[in-house]
């Protein structure tokens, strides 16, 4: 009997696992678009200009980290957006692969 319990519960589980990893899976970013300035404390995407947070951080198209000097004007990224004092900062710019 618990045999049987064991079995039909890991097909279960089975079932709802998603086939695909999370690193497949697409990411949905507040703001994307193509980097036209990039600064120390602020980048320009897409005639916006966001402020950087002083710990941002960028992830390579290769889900590797990467640092803010991986940043160029002309790369597609990905920006991840949080609000401290109702100030609007980049937490994180993820530069997306190539398509």
């Not at 897409?46 to 000097?69: C, F, H, Q, R, W």
Request: proline share 5%; net charge positive; charged share 20%.
């Amino acid at each position: 009997m618990i045999r049987k319990t064991l079995s039909i519960t890991i097909v279960l589980w089975l079932s709802l696992v998603p086939t695909t990893s999370w690193a497949q899976m697409p990411a949905i970013y507040p703001e994307m678009g193509m980097i036209e300035m990039v600064g120390d404390k602020q980048v320009r995407i897409n005639d916006k200009i966001y402020t950087l947070s002083p710990t941002v951080k960028v992830m390579l198209a290769d889900n590797t980290e990467g640092s803010l000097s991986d940043v160029s004007s002309g790369i597609v990224v990905g920006l991840d957006l949080i609000k401290i004092n109702r100030r609007q900062l980049v937490d994180r710019i993820t530069i997306l692969p190539d398509r």
